[in-house]
């Protein structure tokens, strides 16, 4: 099994609650897509050829400050159930962790973790550069990887055309190859209904949503990835400048769908969050929709200061280890164990008990 | 009931509008209605790209001239229809290969084909830390959307026009 205590925080560090407006955004993920010049995309590619890739980026990234102290993982060489665990920890992608329908991981699939940065390789694209910041932190974010990506762009050549930018194997990432997503928590415009409006909205602005896993994931309990869609004809300060006002402006939306909740219907609230508190407290068996739903019920109750005593840390905490692959493990048996909702269960009601203490 | 658009295809899309304060409906067969930009749930492509990809196919043969390296890339041997089916490209030579109808497809996916963002040898030139965070210079950046401008309204692109001429004021 892999060990990810070898990681500064076992890569959880964006999960401590500790960025900015984090009782709303959980955290910030900036992704820089880059390729090598002169070597045909990952889709044409030999497995030789990944290779290749692999050592020359690894040894350019051992010579920066930023990544010389980088854990690699290779996806091609772990098991299932170790590759769902870096997935669900934000750390690779569905695609390079092989968890497809397919379900086959491409040789040479690797990663580079330190601290809040990394790099995936031979995903879609050669690298892909990402940090992964808590809480609403999109200049920050961005920073250290605009950072590394100036190191990484001294010792490599990066496929680059004048008119076009950085190349990428797909045209929806070409030019800046930037995406930056912004984790929310939006319980209270889906309990008021207006999220398909604010939604809509985004997408008329140039922005799109996704799941809690990105790309061709779904939504679960009320959290959205918001992100800019378009890469090409504004320069990065544009692009995370306009996405950051529109988050803004979606925090405010949620705020004040709160207020409307707390005002017309605060009995139905009260009810409602201190019944998902009750559950989690006490159920026997909890399947992960069940508790990513109910721990959005949990942390509405503290964003709205219903609920005192539950820390964000302590939800952040649940939301990642009550994950299959991550339950799994600590409980050793296989993420598709059919005693798995009940470990569940009993592993919430321990953090719940130790942390929040006996009263509610 | 047959397709409005094809008469051929059964119509599987009923497509409402409102145009000029009257409602009409289209009905439209599930390949018609992608090329009007309308997707059925269970039309969805398999790539984000597809009905850019679906148009761009449909177009190619009138109004793009063939690529001029020919059908395939010099460098990769891939070709537009490898792209069409993958949604990828098979290298970075590909965009010089096939320039003009991804220059195409860039302006519908982007609404624009100029990288605007850090470019690659300034990092050579100046890898001073966050550099890149900051605004670009406003005069130069001024240059490029007055060139850009200039562009949508030759193409007649007047979405994209206005919306640089906005950018525009805001800059001077």
Known sequence: MIDLSLLTDGGVGWLDASGPSSHLVLSTRIRLARNLAGRVFQGRNSETEREDILQIVEGAARDTVLLRRAIKFRLDRLERTERQLLHERHLVSKELAGLDADGRVRSGASVLVQDRLGVMLNEEDHLRLQGLHSGFALDAAYAEVDRLDAELGQRLAFAFHSEFGYLTSCPTNVGTGLRASVLIHLPGLVLTKEISKVLQGLAQVGLTFRGLYGEGSEVVGNFFQLSNQTTLGSSEYELLDHLGKMVRQVMDYEEQARQVLLRDAPAIIEDKVWRAYGLLRYARALSFEESMNLLSGVRLGVGVSLIPDVGMYTLNKLLVYTQPAHLAVAEGVVPNDPELPVRRAQFVRKVLESEVGRRG | ?172
């Open chain 2, 1 to 172: 009931m047959p397709c409005e658009q094809c008469q051929e295809r059964e119509a599987v899309i009923h497509l409402t509008q409102i145009v000029n304060e009257q409602v009409t409906t289209l009905h439209l067969c599930e390949r018609c209605a992608a090329e009007k930009g309308v997707e059925s749930p269970g039309s969805q492509p398999k790539t984000p790209l597809g009905s850019f990809l679906a148009a761009m196919g449909e177009e190619l043969p009138e109004q793009v001239p063939a690529p001029r390296t020919g059908e395939t890339c010099s460098r990769c041997g891939g070709s537009l229809q490898d792209f069409r089916e993958s949604g990828r490209l098979g290298c970075p030579d590909c965009y010089r290969s096939f320039e003009v109808p991804l220059r195409d497809l860039l302006r519908r996916l982007h609404g624009s084909t100029h990288h605007m963002g850090e470019r690659y040898a300034d990092h050579e030139a100046a890898p001073a830390p966050g550099a890149g965070a900051a605004p670009p210079e406003d005069r130069h950046q001024a240059a490029e959307l007055r060139e850009q401008l200039r562009l949508a309204v030759e193409t007649e692109n007047f979405e994209l026009a206005a919306e640089l001429r906005d950018r525009l004021r805001v800059l001077e």
